[in-house]
């Protein structure tokens, strides 16, 4: 064989090699932020998903109050619809809170909250989103998650490793025509992200919260597949003011069941009032 034709085997051979070998890496090269966002949201999560979760949250003194909660979700294609009951302990009993995400983004996510001790159902306000969901780190707007067209994004590194796993670190800002509506609903100024490249799993988070200049501090732990479904079992929000921990909440979840037969009168009011 002639050296030249010797040469152009070998070059055949690595270009192959490394077509077989690492596909991500060229398809990583060629996705925007946005994309690689837009893949995060729509990661398979089942078609419903039932859930136990402990709430534990800490104050700065380092005192905890715990809090067990049962979740129902059921994905309608485009839309989405999830149901909380507090099963403990005595003071938030048979809480319940509902979400309808919508994605049409023309369309604002409707949710609302039932306090036994009123009996009374109320709507949660778009201007309510940002507070405080039962008195956690976590803010409606975070339980119900925000609509990813309505921010810009950009890359901040295009490779760091978190705990051995390679992420992209993606950088959010509110779009300047959208700016005021999601300091409204979100209370955020911009937001960090750290996603993985494997799955297109959210692990890590920093947002800058614009009342009392605060930052809060996302962390995804306990990542393992469930019914081949990517599932994180922990999640840990951490409010800092001025660099100290202030407060933060974890939330434990067990008994995760995915596709299992969810009906669709479960998602009303009246079932809030009910109870579980």
């Known amino acids: ?164 796993v390679d992420t992209w670190v993606i950088g959010g800002t509110p779009k300047q025509e959208k700016k005021e509506k999601i300091l409204n609903e979100t209370g955020y100024l911009k937001s960090l992200m750290w996603i993985r490249k494997d799955n297109f799993m959210l692990i890590k988070a920093k947002y800058w919260v614009k009342k009392g200049r605060k930052i809060k501090y996302l962390k995804v732990e306990d990542i393992k597949q469930t019914d081949k479904i990517w599932t994180a079992y922990k999640m840990t929000m951490i409010t800092t003011i001025k660099g100290k921990i202030d407060h933060s909440s974890i939330l434990d979840f067990s008994n995760v069941q995915y596709n299992k037969k969810i009906n669709n009168d479960i998602f009303t009011t009246r079932n809030m009032e009910r109870g579980l």
């Open 1 to 164: 064989m002639k050296t030249k034709q010797y040469i152009q085997l070998i070059l055949t051979i690595i270009l192959l090699m490394l077509s077989i070998l690492t596909p991500q890496v060229f398809a990583e090269k060629s996705l925007t932020p946005l994309q690689i966002v837009e893949k995060m949201d729509d990661r398979n999560n089942g078609e419903t998903r039932i859930s136990d979760i402990t709430m534990i949250l800490i104050n700065r003194n380092k005192q905890q109050r715990i809090r067990k909660i049962k979740s129902i979700s059921k994905d309608y294609g485009n839309d989405t619809k999830n149901l909380i009951f507090f099963l403990s302990p005595a003071d938030v009993k048979n809480t319940a809170y509902m979400s309808f995400s919508y994605d049409d983004s023309n369309k604002e996510d409707d949710s609302w909250l039932y306090l036994p001790a009123l009996k009374k159902v109320k709507r949660i306000a778009s201007s309510d989103k940002a507070g405080s969901f039962m008195g956690s780190d976590f803010s409606y707007s975070d339980i119900n998650g925000t609509k990813i067209e309505d921010w810009d994004y950009q890359f901040i590194k295009t490779s760091q490793l978190v705990n051995n």
